[in-house]
């Protein structure tokens, strides 16, 4: 099997000890790492910030959008549309306000929904969930489901295309870190999943290839009255994932891994006390995203190592230029004048470029790729 060259090697003046007590005169370390923060990684002490560039020509920039305008009524998934994509993956925004009239089944891949706005009850061929805001509910490739909004509900959508959601695998931490499998709720046969069962015409939206194809009953299909097995849709919600912490260590994004698909990650970033150590770096670090694109949807709180960064927005940090906290976040965490985040985002990391949709260009917010120049710069935050 191949394996990475690995040469640890030391160069000039630096620290040992990556994230942690930063050279005064070179306090702005810049990690390139492969294979996401799997690979091998080499650690640079920077006298400048090295997102402190004058101008920026070219495609390859940071983008920022305000999906706010984009959670008009949708009505159903095969409305929703999509914002960012590849052949592993796709991401909508869907919206409702009414229940679904149609039942739907996604046959390209599993569906990832988060709850960013509302409640109201799901049904599908397990049984019967209750959602909320904050919930993640799973559902696996060719299940029939339906959505009744109790309040108007918004939800981000990611489909692994072709694929599937697993856990990820946490190693020394054991099986019961960040949440235990317990946690999962999958449906219950209960009063209110019978009570829908009935002999009136419904009908089934199927999604494959992208093409919708509609098949009618004259009766309601989610009419199990029981099941076994070890597949079905599950819910959890953010409140319930326990984050891993270092209080001497500023932890990469993966470690707040939530769910794995065959090329791409979904992580989980809920608050948490900040790193409490009088040497430890105290946001994220500056790194070069040389595998991945990054996308960050920021769902509720108090974003630490952005500005002017609001809920219901998200954010798209192509594979191939270094990013890492704005100007104002940094200058914060080096003062320490928070002890404790609480933010609430959802992260993917995809192994394949993502494209744009061109329904993002209207509620693109243009000057987010300067919001790294700072004073120095001469350009805003």
Same mark, same amino acid.
């Given at each position: 099997?191949?394996?990475?060259?690995?040469?640890?090697?030391?160069?000039?003046?630096?620290?040992?000890?990556?994230?942690?007590?930063?050279?005064?005169?070179?306090?702005?370390?810049?990690?390139?790492?492969?294979?996401?923060?799997?690979?091998?990684?080499?650690?640079?002490?920077?006298?400048?910030?090295?997102?402190?560039?004058?101008?920026?020509?070219?495609?390859?920039?940071?983008?920022?959008?305000?999906?706010?305008?984009?959670?008009?009524?949708?009505?159903?998934?095969?409305?929703?549309?999509?914002?960012? &994509? *590849?052949?592993?993956? /796709? +991401?909508?925004?869907?919206? @409702?306000?009414? =229940?679904? !009239?149609?039942?739907?089944?996604?046959?390209?891949?599993?569906?990832?929904?988060?709850?960013?706005?509302?409640?109201?009850?799901?049904?599908?061929?397990?049984?019967?969930?209750?959602?909320?805001?904050?919930?993640?509910?799973?559902?696996?490739?060719?299940?029939?489901?339906?959505?009744?909004?109790?309040?108007?509900?918004?939800?981000?959508?990611?489909?692994? &295309? *072709?694929?599937?959601? /697993? +856990?990820?695998?946490?190693? @020394?931490?054991? =099986?019961? !870190?960040?949440?235990?499998?317990?946690?999962?709720?999958?449906?219950?046969?209960?009063?209110?999943?019978?009570?829908?069962?009935?002999?009136?015409?419904?009908?089934?939206?199927?999604?494959?290839?992208?093409?919708?194809?509609?098949?009618?009953?004259?009766?309601?299909?989610?009419?199990?009255?029981?099941?076994?097995?070890?597949?079905?849709?599950?819910?959890?919600?953010?409140?319930?994932?326990?984050?891993?912490?270092?209080?001497?260590?500023?932890?990469?994004?993966?470690?707040?891994?939530?769910?794995?698909?065959?090329?791409?990650?979904?992580?989980?970033?809920?608050?948490?006390?900040?790193?409490?150590?009088?040497?430890?770096?105290?946001?994220?670090?500056?790194?070069?995203?040389?595998?991945?694109?990054?996308?960050?949807?920021?769902?509720?709180?108090?974003?630490?190592?952005?500005?002017?960064?609001?809920?219901?927005?998200?954010?798209?940090?192509?594979?191939?230029?270094?990013?890492?906290?704005?100007?104002?976040?940094?200058?914060?965490?080096?003062?320490?004048?928070?002890?404790?985040?609480?933010?609430?985002?959802?992260?993917?990391?995809?192994?394949?470029?993502?494209?744009?949709?061109?329904?993002?260009?209207?509620?693109?917010?243009?000057?987010?790729?300067?919001?790294?120049?700072?004073?120095?710069?001469?350009?805003?935050?």
């Amino acid at each position: 099997m191949p394996h990475w060259i690995n040469f640890p090697h030391r160069e000039g003046a630096g620290t040992r000890q990556a994230h942690a007590d930063l050279p005064e005169d070179a306090p702005y370390e810049r990690e390139i790492g492969r294979g996401g923060f799997f690979g091998p990684a080499t650690h640079l002490h920077h006298r400048h910030p090295p997102t402190a560039w004058e101008h920026w020509e070219g495609p390859l920039r940071p983008h920022a959008y305000d999906l706010n305008p984009q959670f008009a009524h949708s009505g159903s998934p095969l409305e929703a549309t999509v914002l960012l &994509s *590849n052949p592993h993956c /796709q +991401l909508r925004v869907l919206s @409702l306000s009414t =229940a679904m !009239a149609r039942l739907f089944r996604n046959a390209d891949g599993d569906d990832l929904l988060f709850v960013h706005q509302g409640c109201g009850e799901l049904f599908c061929d397990f049984g019967h969930l209750s959602y909320r805001d904050g919930d993640y509910l799973l559902i696996p490739r060719g299940t029939m489901w339906r959505l009744e909004p109790a309040r108007a509900t918004v939800l981000l959508m990611i489909e692994a &295309s *072709n694929g599937s959601f /697993q +856990l990820p695998d946490k190693g @020394l931490v054991g =099986a019961h !870190a960040l949440f235990d499998e317990a946690m999962l709720d999958p449906p219950v046969i209960d009063a209110a999943f019978l009570a829908q069962q009935s002999e009136t015409p419904w009908q089934l939206v199927i999604k494959r290839r992208g093409q919708a194809s509609t098949v009618s009953f004259p009766f309601n299909p989610l009419d199990a009255i029981g099941w076994h097995g070890n597949l079905a849709v599950c819910r959890i919600n953010w409140r319930d994932i326990r984050p891993l912490m270092s209080h001497r260590y500023h932890l990469p994004p993966s470690a707040h891994t939530t769910f794995v698909s065959e090329r791409f990650v979904v992580c989980t970033f809920v608050p948490r006390p900040i790193e409490s150590d009088p040497g430890a770096l105290r946001v994220p670090f500056y790194h070069s995203n040389e595998d991945f694109d990054e996308v960050i949807f920021y769902h509720a709180g108090d974003f630490f190592s952005r500005d002017n960064i609001k809920p219901g927005m998200l954010t798209f940090h192509p594979c191939g230029f270094t990013h890492g906290p704005h100007p104002k976040a940094f200058a914060a965490g080096r003062e320490h004048r928070k002890t404790f985040t609480d933010e609430v985002a959802v992260m993917l990391d995809s192994r394949d470029a993502l494209d744009a949709s061109p329904a993002l260009v209207a509620c693109e917010f243009p000057d987010y790729v300067n919001s790294w120049r700072g004073a120095n710069a001469g350009g805003t935050v």
